[in-house]
């Protein structure tokens, strides 16, 4: 796989909520491929955070895609709304849908991209029956709910068999489905992850905790590096 086929998404958890807009701004012009959105509701997961007028605000300020993380308890009802808002991809993590078929009909229904997200116990089993209707498998390298935590190594073996089973899909339809990780991705270890079988990096507090407050132009050097680390795969 080329590093052109990669994508590194950083996470707005981590970004600085006083100067949302500057934020996303520097880390498009730092070359982020996607803006990841993490929607936490203090049910689902014990945490609060942002919702769809957030992603609406941001959304006239840049061309890339938004991919809104939904770890809410019902989900049915924000899926519209996120719709709306300008989001392009919409996942959600199958243990919080009654129907997981149709939740991800109405998805692609509302003109988003649709995807699944396996915490770190969460089986695999779910995604064979509706592989159809996926257009990206979110593997959770922690535990959710905070930004911050390191990865677990058990999300290795887990990303291998996810890879295997959307490979197998593909080469049946033709058809190839995204494998995005999320937890504690660095540069340290973003290729190793990369070789497990994952081709879009969430990164939050490495992208941006890593610079300095007057730098207009600080997350280029830790994207560079996560891209330069890629190129080895």
Known sequence: MSASSFRIAPSLLSADFARLGEEVDHVIASGADWLHFDVMDNHYVPNLTIGPLVCQAIRPLTKAPIDVHLMVEPVD??????????????????????????????????GCQAGLVFNPTTPLDYMDYVMDKLDMVLLMSINPGFGGQSFLPSTYPKL?????????YERDSGRRILLEVDGGVKVDNIAEIARAGADTFVAGSAVFGAAKAEDAH??????????????TI
């Open 160 to 168: 291998r068999a996810a890879r295997a089973r959307l490979d197998a």
């Open 77 to 110: 009802a924000l899926v519209p709304m996120f719709a709306k808002a300008g989001a392009n991809l919409i996942t959600f993590h199958p243990e919080a849908s009654r129907h997981v078929d149709r939740t991800l009909q109405l998805i692609r229904d509302n």
């Open 218 to 231: 600080r997350y280029d050097s830790v994207i560079a590096a996560m891209r330069s680390q890629l190129e």
